[in-house]
């Protein structure tokens, strides 16, 4: 019932018909027919590769089946559901992925190693600012150095966000440029054995990294994650930032100064942290290349942390905007990076308040919020942000 009232089958189609809907002339009529769609439904049942040919048909389709998820993939050079009908294998492989938006998919669970307050799926007003910097990040970096306008970003309905980007020139990438793409925002590189999880070669930062440890990221470590997952607070947290430093004479000297003051008056994570910055970016440890490790330690904790196989290939499937996490109940909605700093995924509407709400005029309140008129960045005639039909969930 949800499903039928609620979810935009209608504007879903139009979005992904990028004008190829049969209304201009000259567009492609098979356009939206060859785009891949899966669905999950009870008992991890996949429907892989169906496909239709209006927003009825997927409307029906989704009626039907009710599944659990959807998740929707690129556009194939024919019908993916008459895929067997063509030849496979070799060279000559007629079925093969032609366009698909330019995705970054980011979860919290990734920074569980710098996070104290959450782990795993769990997340809560604490940490979910690393996913805050993350949008900003990225997206300044798209719009600014790729050039890209056409970009949606939306709340996975449990640890993360998703990025679209849908220009067509971002549709028309391929699996090597993408992966170009990916690969300018590579700067974690380190595992859970590794010391040193981000380096930062050369003598001065790359733009694209300046910009973002001036403009966001030392902000956010500085005014928030210090006191919010009290970073310096014990032994085992602060010897995790003492592995980063390559000199044993500083470290062994900031050890010492730091268990000689474990009881000052003001924020210890706060004071830690200033007399760390004191000694490498002064005197003769600035001088022996040191000073760079302050800004290593803070893209450590900070800079977004992408799941680079989901940006680098075209075939890749990303849950469907608009849907709802099936472990959480959570609807995943847009949000609005020009205002990301006051979205609260805690506060984001449930499956159970859509229903107890449906009738009333609480759940659009509710998820215009959230999501405000973000859908207006596609405004290339992709989704409109009509609240008034009830498009938003």
């Known amino acids: 019932m949800v499903a039928g009232r609620l979810f935009p089958h209608a504007d879903i189609f139009k979005w992904m018909s990028y004008g190829n809907d049969g209304k201009h002339p000259g567009c492609d009529n098979s356009y939206f027919g060859r785009r891949e769609f899966s669905f999950t439904l009870d ?11 209006s927003a009825s048909e997927l409307e029906n389709a989704i009626k039907e089946k009710c599944p659990f998820k959807i998740d929707i993939g690129p556009v194939y050079s024919v019908d993916p559901a008459k895929r067997h009908a063509y030849a496979q294998g070799g060279d000559n492989n007629v079925f093969s992925p032609v366009e698909r938006e330019l995705i970054f ?49 939306v709340y996975s309905g449990r640890r993360g966000v998703h990025c679209w980007v849908c220009d067509g020139k971002a549709r028309r990438l391929t699996n090597e440029q993408r992966g170009a793409v990916a690969d300018y925002f590579r700067v974690y590189k380190g595992n859970e054995n590794s010391n040193k999880k981000v380096s930062l070669p050369g003598p001065v930062l790359h733009p ?102 989901v940006s680098k290939h075209m075939n890749h499937l990303l849950k469907a905007p608009f849907c709802v996490h099936p472990k959480t109940g959570r609807v995943c ?61």
């Not at 990734?110 to 900003?136: E, H």
């Not at 956010?220 to 085992?236: A, C, D, Y």
């Open 208 to 309: 694209f990294l300046a910009r973002s440890y001036t403009d966001i990221l030392r902000e956010l470590f500085e005014e928030k994650l210090l006191s919010s997952q009290q970073i310096f607070s014990t032994e085992e947290r602060y010897e995790k930032i003492l592995s980063m430093i390559p000199d044993e004479s500083v470290t062994s000297e900031l050890r010492g100064k730091w268990q000689e003051n474990r009881r000052s008056s003001n924020d210890i994570n706060v004071s830690r942290w200033e007399l760390l910055k004191h000694m490498l970016q002064s005197g003769k440890n600035k001088a022996q290349g040191l000073r760079r490790c302050v800004e290593e330690i803070v893209f450590a904790f900070t800079y977004p942390r992408l799941d680079m196989e």
């Open 333 to 393: 909605i847009p949000i609005d990076p020009q205002n990301c700093d006051e979205f609260d995924p805690t506060t984001v509407p449930t499956l159970s308040e859509v229903s107890m709400y449906m009738a009333d005029d609480y759940l659009l309140i509710c998820v215009t919020s959230c999501s405000g008129e973000l859908l207006q960045e596609l405004n290339t005639g992709c989704l409109r942000a009509d609240v008034g039909n009830g498009m938003l969930i």
């Open 105 to 153: 998919d980011i979860d919290i669970s990734d920074y569980d190693d710098v996070r104290y307050c959450c782990s795993g799926a769990d997340v809560c007003l604490q940490c979910w600012p690393l996913m805050t910097a993350a949008i900003k990040v990225i997206d300044t970096a798209l719009r600014d150095d790729f050039g890209f306008s056409h970009i949606l970003w």
């Open 43 to 53: 008992n991890d049942i996949y429907l892989r590769f169906q496909s239709f040919n």
